[in-house]
Protein backbone atom coordinates (compact mmCIF):
# COMPACT_ATOMS: atom_id res chain seq x y z
CA UNK A 1 0.00 0.00 0.00
CA UNK A 2 1.35 3.45 -1.08
CA UNK A 3 1.12 6.58 1.05
CA UNK A 4 -1.64 8.06 -1.14
CA UNK A 5 -3.95 4.43 -0.19
CA UNK A 6 -3.29 4.50 2.82
CA UNK A 7 -4.18 8.41 3.82
CA UNK A 8 -7.47 7.67 1.68
CA UNK A 9 -8.13 4.15 3.95
CA UNK A 10 -7.49 5.51 7.08
CA UNK A 11 -7.80 9.73 6.61
CA UNK A 12 -3.78 10.04 8.45
CA UNK A 13 -0.66 10.48 6.40
CA UNK A 14 2.07 7.67 6.95
CA UNK A 15 3.88 9.96 9.06
CA UNK A 16 1.07 10.44 11.23
CA UNK A 17 0.36 7.00 11.54
CA UNK A 18 3.97 5.90 13.08
CA UNK A 19 3.38 8.96 15.47
CA UNK A 20 -0.04 7.04 17.09
CA UNK A 21 1.85 3.93 16.55
CA UNK A 22 5.13 5.02 18.24
CA UNK A 23 2.52 6.55 21.25
CA UNK A 24 0.14 3.51 21.68
CA UNK A 25 3.35 1.17 21.78
CA UNK A 26 5.39 3.08 24.43
CA UNK A 27 2.22 3.26 27.02
CA UNK A 28 1.83 6.74 26.45
CA UNK A 29 -1.47 6.61 24.95
CA UNK A 30 -4.64 8.58 25.70
CA UNK A 31 -7.65 7.21 24.34
CA UNK A 32 -10.22 4.45 24.57
CA UNK A 33 -8.44 1.70 23.80
CA UNK A 34 -5.39 0.73 26.88
CA UNK A 35 -2.22 0.67 26.46
CA UNK A 36 0.34 -2.46 25.17
CA UNK A 37 1.27 -3.94 28.06
CA UNK A 38 4.73 -5.85 27.01
CA UNK A 39 4.69 -9.85 28.58
CA UNK A 40 6.76 -12.66 28.27
CA UNK A 41 5.16 -15.18 25.79
CA UNK A 42 3.34 -17.89 26.90
CA UNK A 43 6.38 -21.27 27.65
CA UNK A 44 5.07 -24.45 26.45
CA UNK A 45 4.47 -25.53 29.99
CA UNK A 46 1.77 -22.93 30.22
CA UNK A 47 0.34 -23.63 27.16
CA UNK A 48 0.29 -27.35 28.59
CA UNK A 49 -1.27 -26.06 31.60
CA UNK A 50 -3.94 -24.13 29.75
CA UNK A 51 -5.35 -26.56 27.78
CA UNK A 52 -5.67 -29.45 30.76
CA UNK A 53 -7.59 -26.83 32.49
CA UNK A 54 -9.85 -26.47 29.69
CA UNK A 55 -10.16 -29.66 28.98
CA UNK A 56 -11.18 -30.94 32.67
CA UNK A 57 -13.55 -28.15 32.28
CA UNK A 58 -15.07 -29.56 29.05
CA UNK A 59 -15.57 -33.19 30.16
CA UNK A 60 -16.33 -31.82 33.31
CA UNK A 61 -19.36 -30.00 31.86
CA UNK A 62 -20.04 -33.03 29.07
CA UNK A 63 -20.36 -35.29 31.76
CA UNK A 64 -22.92 -32.65 33.68
CA UNK A 65 -24.94 -32.32 30.68
CA UNK A 66 -24.68 -36.16 30.38
CA UNK A 67 -26.37 -36.54 34.36
CA UNK A 68 -29.05 -34.18 33.53
CA UNK A 69 -29.97 -35.47 30.64
CA UNK A 70 -30.21 -38.87 32.85
CA UNK A 71 -32.06 -37.28 34.68
CA UNK A 72 -34.33 -35.65 32.57
CA UNK A 73 -34.73 -38.90 30.96
CA UNK A 74 -35.62 -41.23 34.16
CA UNK A 75 -38.32 -38.29 35.33
CA UNK A 76 -40.08 -38.03 31.77
CA UNK A 77 -40.33 -42.10 32.40
CA UNK A 78 -42.06 -42.06 35.24
Known sequence: M???EIEKQFGFTPQQLD???AEYESGEWRGPIDPVIQMH???D????AI???REYYRQKHA???KSEAA???VRTAR
Open 19 to 21: EKA
Open 45 to 48: EERT
Open 63 to 65: EEA
Open 41 to 43: PMT
Open 71 to 73: SKL
Open 51 to 53: NQV
Open 2 to 4: NSE
